[in-house]
């Protein structure tokens, strides 16, 4: 499978997902700048972490409207897995490909480390290959990761199962005291209705190998990986 | 035309950085300052004479780019 990795002017994790990409699961990694118009031959996107623009106005506020972007919505409408880690997950929202927006963490404080967060729902191309209510440790690096929306929005979140990680504590309690930036309602990552677009602040490609000392966030690669794989087999047998 | 743009986070809508400015205040004596709210303050020069079309102009740009009206609200003013 080819996995795309865009990289905007700002971006810092983008090489981190490449190697995730192509060292660990052993695909195809493609970088793709900003200025790309076209996503053509990719199977999925990834929008990486870092601080596009120097995070200026609002944290993605400006590589929204890089021309990548109406590829990656294109994309994204057509079916296409698209996933935002962290700034990733901040541009996906100033994009409205997810709703809601972010707000500075709760703390005021740059918050960098690990974290624990519960799988809301396995069911999706994302966390296929994990269990319902499975705790992860994945590290947190942000400053703006308070998530909010209003509340009739989050009710539709909470009702269709789009809310996908909460932050919780390690045993996958989900209280306020385990919430480290002061997201509505432990929200750590969101999918979109049609369940193809994922955003969440924790960098799984900082922990996807043993090496590293912690490969929790290696499953929602993984998971990907495998939901392209048994949707190619069924446009084959199709 | 001289647009001045005042974007502020919505009512209702914790502001940690005006809590903490606040804080700030109040250790400083300034007890009476309550209701701190932080914001942004931008301001345009636009190639444009008329008030209508510039304010036109100026609230595209707020809707569009320069507020987030899902947890901001923006003020302009305009002067020639």
Redesign the interface.
Known sequence: MNFGVIVFPGSNCDHDCVHVISSVLGQKATPVWHKETSLAGLDAVILPGGFSYGDY??TG??AR?SPVMNAVKAFASEGGMVLGICNGFQILL?AGLLP??M??????SFMCKDVHIKVENAATPFTGLCESGQVLKVPIAHADG?Y???PVTLAALQANAQIIFRYCTPDGKVTPDANPN?SLDNIAGIRNAEGNVLGLMPHPERCAEDVLGNDDGRAIFLSMLDALKKAKLKTVVV | MKAKIHIT?KSG??D??GK?IEHALETLGFKNATNVRMG?YLELELRETTKDRAEAEVKAMCEK??A?T??EEYRYELAS
């Not at chain 1, 707000?103 to 005021?108: G, I, M, Q, Y």
């Open positions: 106005l609002r506020a400006i409207f100033e809601g927006a707000l500075r963490n709760k703390s005021l308070n909010y929306t209003d002061g | 986070l809508i914790l940690p950085q903490a942004k780019l320069l987030n899902i947890i």
